[in-house]
């Protein structure tokens, strides 16, 4: 998925939630699963906080979008990847609900 269509589905999904209950929201229509995938940097490998990691582990982490009740019909996913410090910073952020999505490099340290 292009960055293009990251941006569009997060505005979407923020320019939908609103303060009226007539509104209905992209979040009655969707459900969103997360899945965390270890791999290795064989190349260079940008991470979402713009740093690079080389010929070490790091953390994808992928956020599924599906219809609710109904089977996976989009096949993409927007993923955001992390050193393996960075995704214990952020499992934990996450928990507490410090972590803003829209900007992965705003994680702590």
């Known amino acids: 998925m292009t960055v293009m269509m990251q941006t569009v589905l997060r505005n979407i999904m923020v320019s ?3 303060a009226e209950v007539s509104v209905r929201r992209v979040g009655d229509y969707l459900d969103t699963e997360e899945q965390a995938i ?14 690079t990691v080389w010929l070490k582990k790091y953390i994808e982490v992928r956020h599924h979008i599906q219809w609710r009740h109904l089977p996976r019909l989009v096949q993409g996913y927007v993923a955001n990847r992390f050193t393996t410090q960075e995704y214990l910073l952020y499992t934990l952020q996450q928990r507490q609900g410090i972590y803003n ?7 702590q340290h």
């Open 16 to 18: 939908t939630y609103s």
């Open 38 to 51: 270890e791999r290795f940097a064989w190349f260079p490998t940008w991470m979402s906080s713009g740093r």
């Open 101 to 107: 999505e829209h900007n992965p490099s705003s994680i």
